[in-house]
Nanobody, 121 residues
């Protein structure tokens, strides 16, 4: 099994910055794509940003130019640098990883427990 642990959330004023981290641990054979999702109260979970094992990235239109996703494959860690934060960015942010635990195992999708990001003055 693969465990994902997020960190870095918190309260920030509009226009401020935060950097989220998500470290994968456990039985890891290979991690393919990783990503960040968020869910605001009363709304569906949505993709914020994704990154492949080859470092190709994609972003939701609402965060393009403000957020940057990156990963350190040696540390099995993915990051989300969030700049120019807006109140509408307030949500629980979840890390996601597409991975195999063993060479013969199937590809599974794993989720972290989530970290709260609140943008408010």
């Amino acid at each position: 099994q693969v465990q994902l642990v997020e960190s870095g959330g918190g309260l920030v004023q509009p226009g401020g910055s935060l950097k989220l981290s998500c470290a994968a641990s456990g039985s890891i054979f290979v991690i393919y794509a990783m990503g960040w999702y968020r869910q605001a109260p009363g709304k569906q979970r949505e993709l914020v940003a994704g990154i492949t094992s080859g470092a190709s990235t994609n972003y939701a239109d609402s965060v393009k130019g403000r957020f940057t996703i990156s990963r350190d494959n040696a540390k099995n860690t993915v990051y989300l640098q969030m700049n120019s934060l807006k109140p509408e960015d307030t949500a629980v942010y979840y890390c996601n990883a597409e991975a195999r635990s063993t060479s013969w195992g199937s590809i599974r999708f794993y989720w972290g427990q989530g970290t709260q990001v609140t943008v408010s003055s």
